[in-house]
């Protein structure tokens, strides 16, 4: 029963929806300022400004669910019965995994303490969304032939957008370095 492909789809669908919520959740957590939700600004809950913060449970839960899933999408690369078959994440999504899993190596990896780099945990987990939320259109395509071809048309949109980005960061920083000069 459960290796019925449509029966397949509709589980992974719920279960990243439920990863969605856990996300958002996660989200709604973050605290720039690098304290605790609650405390007055320049305060941490956790002992000073130069101190890990504390994992609540559910991001704990988040963090270690995000990296089986950006795992699982490594080990789905490279499995050689999918070898002919068009990969189930595109571009923008093994983008999205790196960024994911850069994010939970700056929250939970070692090294020293910083209220910068809780930043850019916050910041990377902030962008990430994007290409997670979009993942749920993959899902959803596989039990619905009219997103199915939405889902190409997005696929290959990402494609150009990405180009876009390319020339466009090439540009900004010519330009950038251009003003330092001057």
Do not use: C
Not at 16 to 43: K, M
């Amino acid at each position: 029963f459960y290796s019925v492909p449509g029966v397949v789809s509709i589980l992974r669908l719920a279960s990243h929806i439920a990863f969605l919520a856990l996300y958002a959740h996660t989200l709604s957590q973050l605290d720039p300022s690098g304290g605790a939700l609650g405390d007055s600004p320049g305060e941490g809950a956790f002992g000073g400004a130069e101190q890990r913060p504390p994992l609540s449970r559910s991001e704990a839960s988040f963090l270690l669910w995000a990296v089986s899933i950006t795992l699982d999408d490594v080990v789905n690369d490279f499995d050689p019965d999918l070898e002919n078959m068009e990969p189930a994440s595109g571009t923008i999504a093994k983008i999205g995994d790196a960024l994911l899993f850069v994010a939970v190596l700056a929250r939970a990896g070692p090294g020293p303490w910083s209220t910068s780099r809780y930043e850019v945990y916050a910041a990377l987990l902030s962008v990430t969304v994007i290409p997670v939320t979009l993942r749920l259109v993959e899902y959803r395509a596989a039990l619905s032939p009219e997103i199915g071809v939405l889902f190409i048309i997005i696929k290959k949109m990402s494609a150009d957008l990405l180009v876009f980005a390319e020339i466009f960061t090439v540009v900004l920083v010519g330009f950038a370095l251009a003003f330092v000069g001057v």
